[in-house]
């Protein structure tokens, strides 16, 4: 089979959402050999992909009748969620790993990955929001429950978006604050906008509804908690989009 660094699932769906997932893999290409160098427990950290999103985008899509595009690259190889110009795009340490193939990676060697990964997906979501300045991205993440040394997170999920731009996250996060088992961060755990970033590239730039919703990954790393979530989330989505078009009317 042919690779592919990216997937698009459901590319004819009606809806005006888009659902995107920047990390959904934690697959290194074939033409890396296959590996980074890390052991299997690394690659199967939040270090290398972003556990459970994946699952919880798809099902997602399903529900909201919205196409899906996934990343099939781990973040590792190259982030598709950070700027072309942006210092961790080609992570050599992190969260207390390093990364052994990504050691000796240089300016040329970026470009390379850049070239095969990075922009074929970066085109995927252009084509996909292409002459469409009505469509809301909804891009979909995980955060681990603690990174090494750090306290633990006590977010359930968090909201993000820029600061000049909230009118899909405030209602979200105004119905996920009313939710009374949920505790919910706004810009949490992670700020809400990196110059560069894929939200950046595609929705703040045109003017398009956005929002990045953080489930913490424990809560989403088997196929029931990704339904679980996709299923709370999903009308609460509907609900926030009806409220932002309401505003801007």
Same mark, same amino acid.
């Given at each position: 089979?042919?690779?592919?660094?990216?997937?698009?699932?459901?590319?004819?769906?009606?809806?005006?959402?888009? *659902?995107?997932?920047?990390?959904?893999?934690? *697959?290194?290409?074939?033409?890396?050999?296959?590996?980074?160098?890390?052991? @299997?427990?690394?690659?199967?950290?939040?270090?290398?992909? =972003?556990?459970?999103?994946?699952?919880?985008?798809? +099902?997602?899509?399903?529900?909201? =009748?919205?196409?899906?595009?996934?990343?099939?690259?781990? #973040?590792?190889? *190259?982030?598709?969620?950070?700027?072309?110009?942006?210092?961790?795009?080609?992570?050599?340490?992190?969260?207390?790993?390093?990364?052994?193939?990504?050691?000796?990676? =240089?300016?040329?060697?970026?470009?390379?990955?850049?070239?095969?990964?990075?922009?074929?997906?970066?085109?995927?979501?252009?084509?996909?929001?292409?002459?469409?300045?009505?469509?809301?991205?909804?891009?979909?993440?995980?955060?681990?429950?603690? $990174?090494?040394?750090?306290?633990?997170?006590?977010?359930? @999920?968090? @909201? $993000?978006?820029?600061?000049? =731009?909230?009118? $899909?996250?405030?209602?979200?996060?105004?119905?996920?604050?009313?939710?009374?088992?949920?505790?919910?961060?706004?810009?949490?755990?992670?700020?809400?906008?990196?110059?560069?970033?894929?939200?950046? #590239?595609?929705?703040?730039?045109?003017?398009?509804?956005?929002?990045?919703?953080?489930?913490?990954?424990?809560?989403?790393?088997?196929? @029931?908690?990704?339904?679980?979530?996709?299923? #709370?989330?999903?009308? $609460?989505?509907?609900?926030?989009?009806?409220?932002?078009? +309401?505003? +801007?009317?």
């Amino acid at each position: 089979m042919t690779y592919s660094p990216c997937q698009i699932i459901g590319e004819t769906r009606q809806s005006r959402f888009l *659902i995107t997932c920047d990390h959904a893999a934690n *697959i290194v290409p074939p033409d890396l050999g296959g590996s980074l160098g890390l052991p @299997v427990s690394d690659m199967a950290r939040h270090i290398a992909y =972003d556990v459970g999103a994946a699952g919880m985008a798809r +099902e997602l899509g399903e529900l909201l =009748d919205a196409p899906v595009v996934l990343s099939n690259f781990s #973040r590792l190889v *190259i982030d598709p969620n950070r700027g072309e110009d942006d210092p961790t795009l080609l992570m050599k340490l992190y969260d207390g790993s390093v990364i052994p193939g990504n050691r000796h990676a =240089d300016a040329e060697e970026k470009e390379r990955r850049l070239n095969a990964y990075y922009r074929p997906y970066d085109a995927a979501l252009a084509k996909m929001v292409a002459g469409r300045d009505d469509v809301a991205i909804v891009a979909i993440h995980s955060f681990t429950p603690q $990174l090494h040394g750090r306290p633990p997170r006590p977010w359930h @999920v968090g @909201v $993000l978006h820029a600061a000049w =731009d909230a009118r $899909l996250s405030d209602p979200l996060i105004d119905m996920l604050e009313a939710e009374p088992d949920l505790v919910v961060g706004r810009n949490q755990p992670y700020p809400g906008h990196l110059p560069g970033d894929a939200i950046d #590239r595609h929705a703040l730039g045109a003017g398009r509804l956005n929002t990045l919703i953080e489930v913490r990954n424990d809560l989403i790393e088997e196929e @029931v908690g990704q339904r679980h979530w996709a299923a #709370r989330l999903a009308p $609460l989505l509907q609900q926030a989009l009806a409220a932002a078009t +309401e505003n +801007e009317e």
